[in-house]
């Protein structure tokens, strides 16, 4: 006995995916085709002219989005925003704290300078 297909039709029809790259390649050929051309394309790669006129609205809108995206790096992620914040916190704080190592620094200048003048001024009244 020969083997015989199975004329039931499957329950559940498997739906085909199409790369990005495969859609580009054969909207490129279908637009370049003419009327015959065209039925010719769709009948050996299986399509429908309803694919592509939906291939083509999202080739479409993805130009129109690609075109509405400012130019320039990309929108920083939360980790970048929150890195930059602590960044700039860390160089301000360390200006602050360079600000008063120098205010300690002088304060103690002057401190020895009083110290200093204070011994002398007490020298001064023990001669005479």
């Known amino acids: 006995m020969e083997d015989v297909p199975d004329p039931q039709v499957p329950a559940k ?3 085909r995916t199409y790369t990005a790259r495969y ?3 054969v909207l490129a050929e279908y637009e370049a ?3 015959e051309g065209k039925g010719a394309l769709l ?3 299986g399509l429908y002219t309803s694919l592509i006129s939906s291939w083509r609205d999202q080739r479409d809108r993805g130009a129109l989005e690609a075109l509405g995206r400012s130019s320039g790096a990309a929108p920083a992620t939360a980790a970048e925003k929150e890195a930059a914040r602590l960044r700039r916190e860390n160089e301000r704080l360390t200006g ?3 600000t008063a190592r120098k205010v ?4 103690g200048k002057l401190s020895a300078l009083l110290d200093q003048f204070s011994t002398d001024s007490a020298k001064k009244t023990d001669e005479r």
């Open 23 to 25: 859609k580009a390649k």
């Open 96 to 98: 602050e704290l360079d």
């Open 13 to 15: 029809a498997q739906q």
């Open 43 to 45: 009948r050996r790669e």
């Open 104 to 107: 300690i620094e002088i304060q």
């Open 33 to 35: 085709c003419d009327r």
